[in-house]
Each structure stands twice: as C-alpha cells, then as structure tokens.
C-alpha cells in the first residue's frame, strides 16, 4: 500500500513561518512530480505548489507565490512546502499528493493519484 505522510502543521500567527513536510512509506512507486493542495472549510481542494522530481522545476499558485517555497530531496524521497508571511486565508487541511504528470504544470487533483492524510494549517489574525 503506497502512503505519504505529511507534517509540520500546526497554529501560528499571522506573518509566522510552518515548514510541511511530505515523505512516502509502504511499497514503492513512480512518480515525476510532487504537488501541495489544500482544503478550507467549504471549498473546494486548490493546488497550491507543485515541484518535478528529476530537475526541481516548480510553480506556483499566483495566491502564495513569494511567500511559499517548495523544495524536494530526492535521496529521501522528500518534498517539503516553506510557508512564509502566512495569512488568516492560508488557513486550511494541506494534502501532498504524487503522480505521473503528462503535463506540466499539474494543477487539477485528479492529475495526481498518491494522496496524503492530510495536515492542518491555522492561521490566527
């Protein structure tokens, strides 16, 4: 059973920093491309940041850019989602999620098949 597991959400302030971290455990599988979603209460789940695995090339929802940063390690099967500058409207369940993208960018959650649990962000004002 493939998984990925992320961490490092918690509450924090306004204008704080959360760095989230996503790694796979179970049977391994292919992958060329890592992206971060999240989820607010009634909304529906928005990529947020996306990053391929063979040469780091990443993009940005237009929301976070300048403020999120996405990296990867590839010798630990790593990706990792640095929150800066965070806002009350960052608030929400951030999901990592892996796939064989045919294009790029992946953007729609349904470009991506390996979903995490889950991690949530809040975001006090």
């Known amino acids: 059973q493939v998984q990925l597991v992320e961490s490092g959400g918690g509450l924090v302030q306004a204008g704080d920093s959360l760095r989230l971290s996503c790694a796979p455990s179970?049977?391994?599988?292919?992958?060329?491309?890592m992206g971060w979603f999240r989820q607010a209460p009634g909304k529906e789940r928005e990529f947020v940041a996306g990053?391929?695995?063979?040469?780091?090339?990443?993009y940005y929802a237009d929301s976070v850019k300048g403020r999120f940063t996405i990296s990867r390690d590839n010798a630990k099967n790593t990706v990792y989602l640095q929150m800066s500058t965070l806002k009350p409207e960052d608030t929400a369940v951030y999901y990592c999620?892996?796939?064989?993208?045919?294009?790029?960018?992946?953007?729609?959650?349904?470009?991506?098949?390996?979903w995490g649990q889950g991690t949530q962000v809040t975001v006090s004002s």
């Open positions: 179970g049977r391994t599988f292919s992958s060329n491309a």
């Open positions: 990053v391929r695995w063979a040469d780091g090339l990443t």
């Open positions: 999620a892996s796939g064989v993208l045919l294009r790029w960018p992946g953007i729609k959650p349904n470009e991506y098949r390996y």
